[in-house]
């Protein structure tokens, strides 16, 4: 790998056909729940006409993760995680072919919708778990950052996709072809993951389910660099929160029903160019550093992408987040899977996703309880510059994250 080279490299997918395979199937996927991610708040704001109920719908999908992270990172450290990806990927499909059902009917269930997204939240989570405590042993912890990038291009770049396809479909026929889309994206991604060798973990002493979560915080908070880490994600994904004001703002901006669908690929789109430029990235001798840097300028960001005179500066604010935000979590995977050990690893990914999916749900509740006393304007404006003063906060008190120093091969 040339070291000095600013574009990612790309040599993983050629090397290692396990890697490869998650890869595709990682693609469709995000192009799949790309086109919920546009179909369910446009939908639930069609028939409540309410923020606040869009909020709830993404704190409930976030609120079942977090449970299904916590359960997730137990079961990838003692039992076989291939198994544990194929029966989650499998039992999400089922939900996404009910929330077809659902809007396919002459007056669609609202409580069918949340609690559709609740089981999708839950199950998606232990897939997602097992997966990234499997990543390790599929490229090697030498490759970790080049995987990290190489996975965050795929979807990002799907997450661009997605949305605009998601727009034009309910532009001309509605949420009913977005769901059953993402059902059939959902049962495909089980074929190249059926490719994939068995992944055990590795052998360690048995031990009640609940202690074994408990060590495995106790680890996350007694570190203080991964601790760090966990907090900066956490901060990272309330800013991501502002997608639900997405459909608000499209109305303060008299945008259209496609031009919604680039609102929702504006962030995926800045994290793809990040992934992509990150080839300098693991090479940096500081990187706790960048990752606070990026960080806070990120916030920023977003504390002036509602306030633009017209939508396309607000595109390009929340591109400038994307961008940095990629940046700063490519830092945070990799140090996360560098510095933990093999037996708890699922545990810790499990914990650290959890931060980042609690901190998405805490600020979809905070921005969809914002819009009740404000604007929607207002609300997102105001939310970027408090996670602004939290982020200077975090940089000034985590002094072991901040200067933690790696070693740079010549």
């Known amino acids: 790998m040339n070291r000095n ?16 395979a998650v890869f595709l199937a990682r693609f469709i996927s995000i192009v799949s729940l790309g086109l919920l991610g546009v179909a369910v708040p446009v939908q639930i704001q069609t028939l409540t006409g309410s923020s606040l109920q869009v909020g709830l719908a993404v704190t409930l999908t976030g609120s079942a993760m977090f449970i299904g992270l916590m359960m997730g990172g137990v079961l990838a450290d003692r039992h076989e995680r291939r198994r544990l990806i194929l029966l989650a990927r499998s039992t999400c499909g089922v939900g996404f072919i009910g929330l077809t059902i659902n809007a396919a009917l002459p007056e669609p269930s609202l409580a069918a919708i949340y609690l559709l997204g609740v089981w999708d939240g839950f199950f998606g989570a232990l897939g997602v778990t097992a997966l990234l405590a499997a990543t390790p042993a599929l490229v090697g912890r030498e490759n970790l950052m080049q995987a990290s990038a190489i996975t965050m291009l795929t979807v990002r770049l799907g997450s661009v996709i997605s949305p605009m396809i998601g727009g034009l479909l309910l532009a001309s026929g509605g949420v009913v072809w977005n769901y059953a889309l993402a059902s059939v994206g959902t049962f495909v991604t089980l074929l190249p993951l059926l490719s994939l060798p068995k992944l055990a973990p590795p052998p360690q002493v048995r031990e009640n389910p609940l202690l074994s ?125 560098t510095l933990t050990p093999d037996g708890m690893l699922g545990r810790i990914n499990g914990l650290w996703t959890a931060q980042n999916v609690t901190g998405d749900a805490i600020g979809a509740a905070i921005l969809g309880g914002l819009t009740v006393a404000m604007t929607p304007v207002a609300a997102a404006s105001a939310s970027g510059l408090a996670l602004t003063l939290c982020g200077i906060v975090l940089a000034m008190v985590l002094v072991q994250l901040r200067g933690y120093q790696q070693s740079v091969p010549a």
Do not use: D, E
């Open 5 to 20: 080279s600013l574009l990612l490299n790309l040599s993983l997918l050629k090397t290692h056909p396990a890697f490869r």
């Open 213 to 337: 979560l408990l060590n495995g915080f106790r680890f996350l908070v007694g570190n203080p660099i991964i601790g760090g880490i966990a907090l900066v994600g956490a901060l990272l994904t309330m800013a991501s929160a502002v997608r639900v004001l997405y459909p608000a703002l499209a109305g303060h901006w008299q945008m259209s029903a496609a031009q919604i669908g680039l609102m929702y690929a504006a962030v995926p789109l800045g994290a793809a160019i990040g992934a992509l430029t990150s080839g300098r990235i693991a090479h940096h001798a500081r990187p706790g550093r960048i990752m606070l840097a990026t960080g806070i300028v990120s916030f920023i960001s977003i504390g002036v992408f509602s306030l633009m005179p017209v939508w396309g500066l607000g595109l390009a604010c929340l591109a400038l987040f994307g961008y940095l935000s990629a940046i700063s979590s490519l830092l945070q995977y990799t140090l996360i899977q």
